[in-house]
C-alpha cells in the first residue's frame, strides 16, 4: 500500500489551463504539505494543513488553491496555468513521531 | 522560520573513498532534522531523523548522522561510497507543520 500517492504522475498542459493534483495518505498523518521543487533542484513548501486547516501559505500566487476535504487528502488546484509553474509538485503528510513521507511527485509541463 | 544551509552545491568522490555531507541550521528550539536522498528522476527517500536522544544517528544505506548542538550542524557521513549513492542530498530542519529543505548537494561517484 502506498503511504502517500499523488495523481497523476506527469501533465502537461498549456498556458491558461486550470488543472488539479490529487493526493493522498493513509498514515493517518494529521498534517499534509505541498512543495515545489524547481529545476535547479529547490525544494519550497507551498501550504501545509494540520487536520484540514491551512497552517502556512508560503506567498504562493492565488492561482493556486490547495482544498483539504478530510484530514488524509490534501489536493492542490492550479488557475490558469504559465510557463513559470513548470515543476515537479510533492505532496507529504507528516506526524510529529513519524517524520515526514513525501509522495513521488507530480511533474507538471506547461507549454 | 527555520532555515538550512548545505554548503557544497556538488561534491566529486572516487567509490570506497568516505563522504561528508555539511549541513548546517537555524531554529530557536531544538530541531527537527532530516536528511533525505532523491535519485534523478525519482521521489525522496528519508536516509535517517534527529528527534532528540543519541547525537549520532545511523540510517539506511550505511549513512550516519551527527548532531552538533554547539555548530548548529547535522553533517552527513558514510565511510564508504557506492556508485549507486550518486544522487541529490538533502538535509531539511523540521519544526511543527513546517519543514524547510536546504539547496541540496550533488554527489558525483568517481570509478
Known amino acids: 500500500d502506498t503511504a502517500v500517492s499523488q495523481t497523476p504522475k506527469y501533465l502537461v498542459t498549456q498556458m491558461g489551463n486550470d488543472k488539479s493534483i490529487k493526493c493522498e495518505q493513509n498514515l493517518g498523518h494529521d498534517t499534509m504539505y505541498w512543495y515545489k521543487q524547481d529545476s535547479k533542484k529547490f525544494l519550497k513548501i507551498m501550504f501545509s494543513?494540520?487536520?484540514?486547516?491551512?497552517?502556512i501559505n508560503e506567498t504562493v500566487p492565488n492561482r493556486f488553491s490547495p482544498k483539504s476535504p478530510d484530514k488524509a487528502h490534501l489536493n492542490l488546484h492550479i488557475n490558469s496555468l504559465e510557463l513559470g509553474d513548470s515543476a515537479v509538485y510533492f505532496c507529504a503528510s507528516s506526524q510529529v513521531q513519524d517524520g515526514y513521507t513525501f509522495g513521488s511527485g507530480t511533474r507538471l509541463t506547461v507549454v | 522560520a527555520q532555515s538550512v544551509t548545505q554548503p557544497d552545491i556538488h561534491i566529486t568522490v572516487s567509490e570506497g573513498a568516505s563522504l561528508e555531507l555539511r549541513c548546517n541550521y537555524s531554529?530557536?528550539?531544538?530541531?527537527?532534522l532530516f536528511w533525505y536522498v532523491q535519485s534523478p528522476g525519482q521521489g525522496l527517500q528519508l536516509l535517517l531523523k534527529y528527534f532528540s536522544g543519541d547525537t549520532l544517528v545511523q540510517g539506511i544505506k550505511g549513512f550516519e548522522a551527527e548532531f552538533k548542538r554547539s555548530q548548529s550542524s547535522f553533517n552527513l557521513r558514510k565511510p564508504s561510497v557506492h556508485w549507486s549513492d550518486a544522487a541529490e542530498y538533502f538535509c531539511?530542519?523540521?519544526?511543527?507543520?513546517?519543514?524547510?529543505f536546504g539547496a541540496g548537494t550533488r554527489l558525483t561517484v568517481k570509478p
Open positions: 494543513y494540520n487536520n484540514k486547516e491551512l497552517i
Open positions: 531539511a530542519v523540521g519544526a511543527e507543520n513546517d519543514m524547510r
Open positions: 531554529y530557536g528550539a531544538t530541531p527537527y
